[in-house]
């Protein structure tokens, strides 16, 4: 029983200490993807150009979009256009973004 009560206390403070991050706003980050639709093909929209490869981020993992976003960004990452977008990102937006796109079905 204490060995129970220890990893429900446990369980809390890591709760406590991801709330801590910038954590994502889903509402915000579906008015930030609107211009990466044309590429990404987000359901419900059509992907302009059919005709070179672009990866799904629709249902994607939150933490691997942050990730990619940064890269791009620090330039880590290299893609001419990718780059340009996060550029633009500030970190608050990349969590936004992550958080709804990884909500979405795949
Ligand atoms: C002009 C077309 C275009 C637009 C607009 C665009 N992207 Fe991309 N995106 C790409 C391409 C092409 C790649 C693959 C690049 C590479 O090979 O690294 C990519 C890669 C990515 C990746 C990495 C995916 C993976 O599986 O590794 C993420 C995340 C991403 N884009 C998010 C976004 C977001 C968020 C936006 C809008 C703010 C956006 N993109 C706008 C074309 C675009």
Redesign the pocket.
């Known amino acids: 029983m204490k060995r129970l009560h220890l990893v429900g206390l446990i369980a809390v403070a890591l709760c406590a200490a991801s709330a801590a991050h910038a954590e994502g706003d889903k509402a915000r980050g579906r008015t930030?993807?609107y211009?990466?639709n044309?590429?990404?093909g987000v359901p419900g929209y059509a992907n302009a150009y059919p005709d070179y490869h672009?990866?799904h981020?629709a249902g994607?993992n939150e933490q691997y979009?942050v990730n990619?976003?940064k890269a791009y960004k620090s330039g880590e990452?290299k893609?001419p256009?990718?780059g340009a977008?996060a550029q633009s990102m500030s970190d608050q937006e990349i969590a936004d973004?992550a958080a709804y796109l990884s909500s979405l079905a795949k």
């Open positions: 930030l993807v211009t990466c044309g590429c990404h672009v990866p981020i994607q979009i990619a976003l990452r893609h256009t990718m977008q973004i």
